[in-house]
Protein backbone atom coordinates (compact mmCIF):
# COMPACT_ATOMS: atom_id res chain seq x y z
CA UNK A 1 0.00 0.00 0.00
CA UNK A 2 2.92 2.66 0.91
CA UNK A 3 4.56 1.57 -2.57
CA UNK A 4 1.00 2.69 -4.11
CA UNK A 5 0.68 5.72 -2.47
CA UNK A 6 4.62 6.94 -3.07
CA UNK A 7 3.64 6.12 -6.61
CA UNK A 8 1.19 8.45 -6.76
CA UNK A 9 2.37 11.12 -5.58
CA UNK A 10 5.54 10.87 -7.59
CA UNK A 11 3.03 10.91 -10.61
CA UNK A 12 1.17 14.00 -8.97
CA UNK A 13 4.60 16.17 -8.85
CA UNK A 14 5.62 15.06 -12.56
CA UNK A 15 2.16 16.39 -13.87
CA UNK A 16 2.28 19.90 -12.07
CA UNK A 17 5.08 21.92 -11.29
CA UNK A 18 4.53 25.90 -9.41
CA UNK A 19 6.97 28.63 -9.82
CA UNK A 20 6.79 30.97 -7.81
CA UNK A 21 8.31 34.27 -9.29
CA UNK A 22 7.84 36.57 -6.50
CA UNK A 23 10.72 34.89 -3.94
CA UNK A 24 13.50 33.14 -6.34
CA UNK A 25 12.66 32.95 -9.91
CA UNK A 26 12.85 36.78 -10.86
CA UNK A 27 16.36 36.51 -11.76
CA UNK A 28 16.65 33.24 -13.12
CA UNK A 29 18.88 33.92 -16.96
CA UNK A 30 16.93 32.47 -20.20
CA UNK A 31 18.55 29.07 -20.25
CA UNK A 32 17.67 28.72 -16.25
CA UNK A 33 13.92 29.51 -16.62
CA UNK A 34 14.31 26.78 -20.56
CA UNK A 35 15.32 24.27 -17.85
CA UNK A 36 12.76 24.88 -15.21
CA UNK A 37 10.11 25.17 -17.21
CA UNK A 38 10.88 21.87 -19.82
CA UNK A 39 10.66 19.68 -16.42
CA UNK A 40 6.76 19.76 -16.49
CA UNK A 41 4.92 17.62 -19.49
CA UNK A 42 2.01 20.19 -21.02
CA UNK A 43 0.62 23.25 -19.92
CA UNK A 44 -2.40 22.38 -17.73
CA UNK A 45 0.18 21.49 -15.66
CA UNK A 46 2.17 24.27 -15.41
CA UNK A 47 1.35 27.12 -12.66
CA UNK A 48 2.79 30.30 -11.87
CA UNK A 49 2.65 32.25 -9.31
CA UNK A 50 4.12 35.91 -9.61
CA UNK A 51 4.66 38.49 -12.25
CA UNK A 52 6.53 36.91 -15.37
CA UNK A 53 9.16 38.86 -16.60
CA UNK A 54 9.90 38.11 -19.74
CA UNK A 55 13.53 37.25 -20.61
CA UNK A 56 15.73 39.71 -22.63
CA UNK A 57 15.73 38.68 -26.42
CA UNK A 58 18.67 36.44 -27.67
CA UNK A 59 21.17 38.58 -30.10
CA UNK A 60 24.31 38.25 -31.60
CA UNK A 61 25.70 39.99 -29.59
CA UNK A 62 25.00 38.45 -25.76
CA UNK A 63 24.22 34.37 -27.19
CA UNK A 64 26.95 32.47 -28.28
CA UNK A 65 24.65 29.58 -29.01
CA UNK A 66 22.49 31.96 -31.77
CA UNK A 67 26.29 33.00 -32.68
CA UNK A 68 27.10 29.06 -33.54
CA UNK A 69 23.96 28.56 -34.62
CA UNK A 70 23.86 31.73 -37.61
CA UNK A 71 28.30 30.39 -38.25
CA UNK A 72 26.90 26.60 -39.09
CA UNK A 73 23.78 27.90 -41.34
CA UNK A 74 26.37 30.50 -43.01
CA UNK A 75 29.86 28.93 -43.28
CA UNK A 76 29.75 25.26 -42.32
CA UNK A 77 26.78 23.79 -44.16
CA UNK A 78 27.43 19.84 -44.30
CA UNK A 79 28.11 18.39 -48.19
CA UNK A 80 26.62 14.78 -48.26
CA UNK A 81 28.94 12.52 -50.25
CA UNK A 82 27.67 9.46 -50.49
CA UNK A 83 25.74 7.93 -53.44
CA UNK A 84 23.32 4.44 -53.52
CA UNK A 85 22.59 2.40 -56.29
CA UNK A 86 19.19 2.76 -55.65
CA UNK A 87 19.40 6.66 -56.94
CA UNK A 88 20.79 5.40 -60.41
CA UNK A 89 19.38 2.18 -60.78
CA UNK A 90 17.23 2.40 -64.58
CA UNK A 91 16.98 0.07 -67.19
CA UNK A 92 20.61 1.23 -69.27
CA UNK A 93 23.02 0.27 -66.17
CA UNK A 94 23.75 -2.43 -64.38
CA UNK A 95 24.97 -2.63 -60.75
CA UNK A 96 27.83 -4.41 -59.35
CA UNK A 97 28.74 -4.58 -55.89
CA UNK A 98 30.86 -6.21 -53.65
CA UNK A 99 31.33 -6.82 -50.02
CA UNK A 100 33.22 -8.12 -47.09
CA UNK A 101 30.15 -9.12 -45.33
CA UNK A 102 31.94 -10.80 -42.38
CA UNK A 103 29.52 -13.81 -42.15
CA UNK A 104 26.72 -13.96 -43.84
CA UNK A 105 25.26 -16.48 -41.42
CA UNK A 106 25.35 -14.20 -38.71
CA UNK A 107 24.05 -10.62 -40.84
CA UNK A 108 21.35 -12.56 -43.43
CA UNK A 109 18.03 -10.62 -42.12
CA UNK A 110 20.46 -7.25 -42.25
CA UNK A 111 21.21 -8.52 -45.85
CA UNK A 112 17.59 -9.38 -47.07
CA UNK A 113 15.50 -6.04 -45.73
CA UNK A 114 19.26 -3.23 -47.23
CA UNK A 115 17.43 -1.26 -49.82
CA UNK A 116 20.58 -0.87 -50.96
CA UNK A 117 21.65 -4.30 -51.56
CA UNK A 118 18.76 -5.41 -53.15
CA UNK A 119 18.95 -1.95 -55.65
CA UNK A 120 22.20 -4.03 -56.94
CA UNK A 121 21.69 -6.08 -59.91
CA UNK A 122 25.25 -8.23 -59.22
CA UNK A 123 26.01 -8.93 -55.24
CA UNK A 124 29.31 -10.73 -54.45
CA UNK A 125 30.16 -11.27 -50.98
CA UNK A 126 33.03 -12.47 -48.97
CA UNK A 127 33.26 -14.29 -45.97
CA UNK A 128 30.25 -15.25 -46.15
CA UNK A 129 31.14 -18.00 -43.05
CA UNK A 130 28.95 -20.49 -44.45
CA UNK A 131 28.32 -24.17 -44.64
CA UNK A 132 26.89 -25.91 -47.27
CA UNK A 133 23.77 -26.68 -45.56
CA UNK A 134 23.26 -23.27 -45.21
CA UNK A 135 20.34 -21.62 -47.18
CA UNK A 136 20.63 -18.36 -48.15
CA UNK A 137 17.93 -17.57 -50.99
CA UNK A 138 16.62 -13.44 -51.69
CA UNK A 139 13.43 -13.11 -53.65
CA UNK A 140 14.09 -12.37 -56.83
CA UNK A 141 17.60 -13.45 -57.39
CA UNK A 142 19.80 -16.60 -58.31
CA UNK A 143 22.56 -17.32 -56.47
CA UNK A 144 25.17 -17.62 -59.48
CA UNK A 145 28.42 -18.87 -57.74
CA UNK A 146 29.27 -19.94 -54.40
CA UNK A 147 31.67 -22.00 -51.64
CA UNK A 148 31.32 -22.57 -48.28
CA UNK A 149 33.78 -23.92 -45.49
CA UNK A 150 34.72 -27.43 -45.58
CA UNK A 151 34.67 -27.80 -41.94
CA UNK A 152 31.92 -27.82 -39.89
CA UNK A 153 33.61 -24.84 -38.07
CA UNK A 154 33.05 -21.63 -39.57
CA UNK A 155 35.52 -19.38 -40.50
CA UNK A 156 36.25 -16.71 -42.28
CA UNK A 157 35.98 -18.29 -45.39
CA UNK A 158 32.90 -18.63 -48.34
CA UNK A 159 32.02 -16.51 -51.03
CA UNK A 160 28.62 -15.80 -52.54
CA UNK A 161 27.29 -14.26 -55.80
CA UNK A 162 24.02 -13.25 -56.23
CA UNK A 163 22.57 -12.07 -59.59
CA UNK A 164 19.09 -10.53 -60.37
CA UNK A 165 16.54 -13.61 -61.83
CA UNK A 166 15.87 -11.25 -65.07
CA UNK A 167 19.53 -10.87 -65.39
CA UNK A 168 20.22 -14.76 -65.34
CA UNK A 169 20.27 -15.50 -69.51
CA UNK A 170 22.86 -12.66 -69.72
CA UNK A 171 25.09 -13.96 -67.20
CA UNK A 172 27.94 -16.26 -67.78
CA UNK A 173 30.47 -17.49 -65.44
CA UNK A 174 33.60 -17.33 -67.42
CA UNK A 175 36.56 -18.18 -65.34
CA UNK A 176 36.71 -19.41 -61.55
CA UNK A 177 39.69 -20.66 -58.75
CA UNK A 178 40.45 -20.95 -55.68
CA UNK A 179 43.50 -21.44 -53.94
CA UNK A 180 43.48 -22.68 -50.53
CA UNK A 181 46.62 -23.60 -48.63
CA UNK A 182 45.98 -24.05 -44.99
CA UNK A 183 44.85 -20.82 -43.31
CA UNK A 184 45.70 -18.81 -46.38
CA UNK A 185 43.18 -18.85 -49.49
CA UNK A 186 42.39 -16.25 -52.44
CA UNK A 187 39.40 -16.55 -54.59
CA UNK A 188 38.85 -14.81 -58.27
CA UNK A 189 35.58 -15.44 -60.15
CA UNK A 190 34.80 -13.92 -63.92
CA UNK A 191 31.58 -13.58 -64.90
CA UNK A 192 30.14 -11.70 -68.04
CA UNK A 193 27.17 -9.90 -68.50
CA UNK A 194 26.51 -8.55 -71.91
CA UNK A 195 29.73 -7.25 -73.26
CA UNK A 196 31.67 -6.42 -70.00
CA UNK A 197 33.14 -8.21 -67.25
CA UNK A 198 33.33 -8.68 -63.63
CA UNK A 199 36.18 -10.04 -61.73
CA UNK A 200 35.56 -10.52 -57.98
CA UNK A 201 38.28 -11.06 -55.52
CA UNK A 202 39.20 -11.73 -52.14
CA UNK A 203 42.59 -12.43 -51.04
CA UNK A 204 42.81 -13.29 -47.21
CA UNK A 205 45.36 -11.10 -45.21
CA UNK A 206 48.67 -13.24 -45.07
CA UNK A 207 47.97 -15.08 -48.71
CA UNK A 208 50.85 -14.12 -50.73
CA UNK A 209 50.25 -11.91 -53.74
CA UNK A 210 52.03 -14.02 -56.35
CA UNK A 211 49.60 -15.97 -55.97
CA UNK A 212 46.49 -14.03 -56.28
CA UNK A 213 48.20 -12.27 -59.72
CA UNK A 214 48.38 -15.16 -61.02
CA UNK A 215 44.86 -16.20 -60.70
CA UNK A 216 43.97 -12.15 -61.75
CA UNK A 217 46.05 -12.93 -64.96
CA UNK A 218 44.60 -16.00 -66.40
CA UNK A 219 41.04 -14.44 -65.72
CA UNK A 220 41.98 -11.49 -67.77
CA UNK A 221 43.44 -13.57 -70.45
CA UNK A 222 40.38 -15.98 -70.70
CA UNK A 223 38.52 -12.68 -71.22
CA UNK A 224 40.50 -11.33 -73.49
CA UNK A 225 40.60 -14.86 -75.62
CA UNK A 226 36.40 -14.20 -75.61
CA UNK A 227 36.39 -10.82 -77.00
CA UNK A 228 35.15 -9.54 -73.07
CA UNK A 229 37.41 -6.32 -73.69
CA UNK A 230 35.94 -3.72 -71.06
CA UNK A 231 36.65 -5.59 -67.69
CA UNK A 232 35.91 -4.60 -63.93
CA UNK A 233 37.88 -6.16 -61.35
CA UNK A 234 36.69 -5.51 -57.27
CA UNK A 235 37.07 -6.98 -54.16
CA UNK A 236 39.35 -7.70 -51.07
CA UNK A 237 43.01 -7.53 -52.16
CA UNK A 238 43.84 -7.14 -48.38
CA UNK A 239 46.81 -4.61 -49.84
CA UNK A 240 46.50 -1.26 -48.49
CA UNK A 241 46.54 1.20 -51.73
CA UNK A 242 49.55 3.56 -50.29
CA UNK A 243 53.20 3.55 -50.44
CA UNK A 244 54.18 2.01 -46.99
CA UNK A 245 52.35 -1.11 -48.20
CA UNK A 246 55.09 -3.82 -49.45
CA UNK A 247 52.46 -4.68 -52.34
CA UNK A 248 51.32 -1.55 -53.41
CA UNK A 249 53.65 -1.21 -56.31
CA UNK A 250 53.07 -5.06 -57.52
CA UNK A 251 49.60 -4.41 -57.81
CA UNK A 252 49.98 -1.15 -59.25
CA UNK A 253 52.38 -1.96 -62.12
CA UNK A 254 50.04 -5.30 -62.85
CA UNK A 255 47.23 -2.98 -63.17
CA UNK A 256 49.15 -0.93 -65.53
CA UNK A 257 50.11 -3.94 -67.72
CA UNK A 258 47.13 -4.76 -68.04
CA UNK A 259 45.41 -1.80 -68.80
CA UNK A 260 43.04 -1.46 -65.95
CA UNK A 261 42.77 1.91 -63.83
CA UNK A 262 42.18 2.65 -60.11
CA UNK A 263 38.53 3.79 -60.52
CA UNK A 264 37.52 4.13 -56.66
CA UNK A 265 38.83 7.70 -55.25
CA UNK A 266 42.35 6.50 -53.45
CA UNK A 267 41.94 9.64 -50.76
CA UNK A 268 38.54 7.46 -49.21
CA UNK A 269 39.04 4.49 -46.60
CA UNK A 270 37.04 1.18 -46.97
CA UNK A 271 37.14 0.05 -43.83
CA UNK A 272 36.30 1.06 -40.20
CA UNK A 273 40.11 0.87 -39.75
CA UNK A 274 40.98 4.01 -41.97
CA UNK A 275 42.68 1.82 -44.48
CA UNK A 276 41.49 1.35 -48.20
CA UNK A 277 42.08 -2.41 -49.29
CA UNK A 278 38.60 -2.57 -51.07
CA UNK A 279 39.53 -1.89 -54.41
CA UNK A 280 38.35 -1.10 -58.01
CA UNK A 281 40.66 -1.11 -61.28
CA UNK A 282 38.66 -1.30 -64.62
CA UNK A 283 39.96 -0.89 -68.27
CA UNK A 284 37.16 1.91 -68.76
CA UNK A 285 38.55 4.56 -66.82
CA UNK A 286 35.41 6.67 -66.59
CA UNK A 287 33.53 3.30 -64.79
CA UNK A 288 31.79 5.14 -61.73
CA UNK A 289 32.98 4.10 -58.39
CA UNK A 290 31.64 4.74 -54.92
CA UNK A 291 31.90 3.14 -51.56
CA UNK A 292 28.66 3.18 -49.11
CA UNK A 293 28.83 2.47 -44.90
CA UNK A 294 27.88 -0.59 -43.38
CA UNK A 295 26.10 -1.49 -40.50
CA UNK A 296 27.39 -4.80 -39.88
CA UNK A 297 30.74 -5.24 -41.12
CA UNK A 298 33.48 -3.29 -40.47
CA UNK A 299 34.26 -3.23 -44.52
CA UNK A 300 32.20 -1.07 -46.90
CA UNK A 301 30.62 -2.20 -49.66
CA UNK A 302 31.88 -1.02 -52.69
CA UNK A 303 29.89 -0.80 -56.48
CA UNK A 304 30.54 0.22 -59.55
CA UNK A 305 28.02 1.30 -62.23
CA UNK A 306 28.37 -0.75 -65.57
CA UNK A 307 26.65 1.21 -68.59
CA UNK A 308 24.86 -1.42 -70.92
CA UNK A 309 25.83 -0.20 -75.09
Not at 180 to 195: E, W, Y
Not at 267 to 284: A, G, M, P, Q
Request: neutral net charge.
Amino acid sequence: MGSSVKKETENKYQSELMFNLKKKQQNLSRKLLYTAFSRVESLQGLHISGIYKKPIRATIENDPSLREMIRMRSEAQLLFLLTFPEEVKNDKNIIALFHNVRSLNLHFPNVCSDRTLIACDIIMLAETWSQPADRYEIDNFTIAYRTDCASTKRKAFGTLIYVKSALLPHINILFQNESISGTNHSTVVALTVCSKTVIMVYKSPKCQWLVLQQQLQQAINTSLQNNFHEIAIMGDFNIKYQVSDPNFKNLNEFMIQNNCFMILDPTKVSTDHNSLIDLCFSTNAQTNSFIFESVTSDHKPIWIELINP
